[in-house]
């Protein structure tokens, strides 16, 4: 564990072991999606017929399924970096005894979000084999939608820490669930940009989640673009930059 | 209750005929102390609880909605997909805010919050507890439901004055889902089957209720399977209220609820004595 690449794995294995009891729980979390993907894509997919994106038609269900893909890995990690984060560092005081240790706060944080990353992974894995059951994916690119969705982990991970150290009671989730349920809906997951007015396009093109479903899109159906290198950066770089201001944040709010 | 001193008087094993002043008395003490007690949190849930039901009516109803033809909508017998799943969204947001009270926020009261243990130490019975408790839930459902119903009818969604009926009904299949629910929670030691139920349950009965397509449209297992649950029935029934074209079979689905709520508002008092009483 001197290893200085390494320090953050207790971390890691601490959440992991917590679960040990209760996988269940944990592996539930893929419900959801699924049972959106059979309400929404086979049921009312039936009404809706076909969508259009990038001038092709593409059957609902496969368009839907891509979104709640991007989603499932949003939930996962959002989750796990929101309201257990806030349990582990207010509640329960996991962070105080683990700087107890040879742990520093970058390793704390760099372990937590991994766990909450592979959260999130772990649904959208779930979920890509389910989806690939239903046959709702259409091209070998969609190996790498898995990777994509790791990096929407990412950046929702980091976010949702960063939003953590800012929240003094529970009731102050609120203000998260506000943001987050809106933009499970409207980030293009259920119908496609076209649908809005002109003005609105630039706002939902905006959200962190929009580049997650446009580009796990265009892998499950492979309909590539160079667009779809602007969402890989635009992930990258909010995710590095949210990391690093949480680390920061944390760091003062620990020893200052 | 006429010779006892009161801490005799909790009633420990005690039966008491339903309709007995000192019973409803009872009951509208627990609610009124739940109405006081929730009053700073109000403005928040209100909002919370609206946020929901309006992002589904206008994200699927109005942005999904724009990409079913009309053929398809002729089919389902209205001009409009917002109109289709209004009052559908109202009966299954009911059903979800009462559902998710059953679980953990009544453990609160039940066990970690100690609540309802002091009310246990009054003269208020078990039963009559339960029964007020599951009363209370219906409240929170109508709140919900009588506030979306207004954001139903400033979006043109219903067509009928039959339509101010559709709260009656939300109340109902509150009631249907919590007493069921509330009854299990009084039992349990640990929450630790309520992600489960959450996620296997109520949100399943959410999406296939009917609000969002028929249940014709599943496989035939499935939907002859969704018409036994009563949110189906709510669902239907307030369809055909919000345009005013009732048919007979409505008075089947409102039959349906009171069954069903008659029959939870027993098994919840039943519960309650086995449970709480020594």
Same mark, same amino acid.
């Given at each position: 564990m001197r290893v200085l690449g390494l320090r953050p794995l207790p971390v890691f294995e601490r959440n992991a072991v917590s679960f040990r009891h209760q996988w269940w729980v944990l592996l539930s979390g893929v419900a959801e999606p699924i049972f959106y993907l059979l309400g929404m894509g086979l049921g009312l997919g039936g009404l809706v017929g076909e969508v259009e994106l990038e001038g092709q038609l593409v059957s609902y269900p496969v368009f839907v399924a891509a979104g709640l893909m991007a989603s499932s890995a949003m939930n996962g990690a959002i989750f796990e970096s929101t309201f257990n984060f806030f349990f582990k560092m207010k509640e329960a005081r996991c962070f105080d005894a683990m700087l107890y240790?040879? +742990?520093r706060m970058r390793d704390v944080l760099v372990g937590e979000v991994a766990w909450s990353v592979a959260r999130g992974g772990l649904y959208s894995a779930m979920f890509l084999v389910i989806a690939l059951g239903f046959g709702t994916i259409e091209s070998w690119?969609? /190996? +790498?939608s898995l990777p994509a969705a790791i990096l929407i982990a990412i950046v929702f991970s980091s976010l949702g820490t960063y939003f953590t150290t800012f929240?003094?009671?529970?009731?102050?989730?609120d203000l998260m669930q506000l943001a987050i349920l809106p933009m499970f809906m409207c #980030?293009?997951?259920?119908?496609? +940009? #076209? /649908?809005?007015p002109g003005w609105a396009h630039p706002i939902v093109q905006a959200t962190p989640l929009y580049n997650g479903v446009a580009l796990i899109r265009d892998l499950h159906t492979g +309909?590539?673009?160079?667009h779809d290198v602007g969402h890989v950066v635009y992930l990258l770089v909010m995710g590095v930059v949210f990391a690093w201001l949480t680390i920061r944040r944390m760091s003062n709010l620990f020893f200052a | 209750m006429t010779a006892t001193r009161p801490h005799e008087s909790t009633s420990i094993g005690r039966r008491q005929p339903l309709f007995r002043a000192s019973r409803w008395a009872a009951m509208s003490a627990v609610f009124l102390h739940q109405l006081r007690r929730t009053r700073r949190a109000w403005g928040s849930s209100l909002a919370a609880g609206l946020a929901s039901p309006t992002l589904f009516l206008f994200a699927i109803g109005a942005g999904l909605g724009s990409q079913i033809d009309d053929a398809e909508l002729a089919s389902l017998g209205v001009d409009s997909y917002m109109d289709y799943i209004g009052p559908g969204v109202l009966v299954v947001t009911a059903m979800q805010v009462a559902a998710t009270e059953s679980l953990w926020p009544t453990m609160g009261l039940l066990r970690w919050g100690g609540v309802y243990k002091a009310v246990l130490a009054?003269?208020?019975?078990s039963a009559e507890l339960g029964v007020a408790h599951v009363m209370w839930l219906g409240f929170r459902a109508f709140v919900a439901g009588a506030s979306f119903l207004l954001v139903l009818a400033l979006a043109g969604?219903? &067509? #009928?004055?039959? &339509? /101010?009926?559709i709260a009656a009904v939300a109340v109902l299949v509150a009631w249907a889902h919590a007493a069921p629910l509330v009854a299990l929670t009084v039992g349990l030691? !640990? *929450?630790?089957?309520f992600p489960m139920i959450s996620r296997v349950i109520i949100f399943p009965l959410f999406l296939f #209720?009917?609000?969002?397509?028929?249940? *014709?449209?599943?496989p035939s297992a499935v939907g002859a399977f969704a018409k036994i649950t009563p949110s189906w029935h709510g669902v239907e029934l307030a369809r055909h209220l919000a345009t005013g074209d009732?048919? !007979?079979a409505d008075l089947f689905h409102l039959g349906y609820l009171v069954v069903f709520c008659a029959a939870g508002f027993f098994l919840v008092q039943r519960r309650f004595r086995k449970h709480l009483d020594i």
């Open positions: 240790t040879s +742990l690119w969609a /190996v +790498l929240v003094r009671a529970w009731a102050d989730f #980030s293009t997951t259920f119908f496609p +940009l #076209s /649908v809005y +309909l590539l673009g160079w | 009054t003269p208020i019975t969604a219903i &067509g #009928s004055w039959l &339509g /101010v009926l030691e !640990q *929450e630790n089957v #209720s009917g609000a969002f397509f028929p249940v *014709e449209d599943m009732l048919v !007979q």
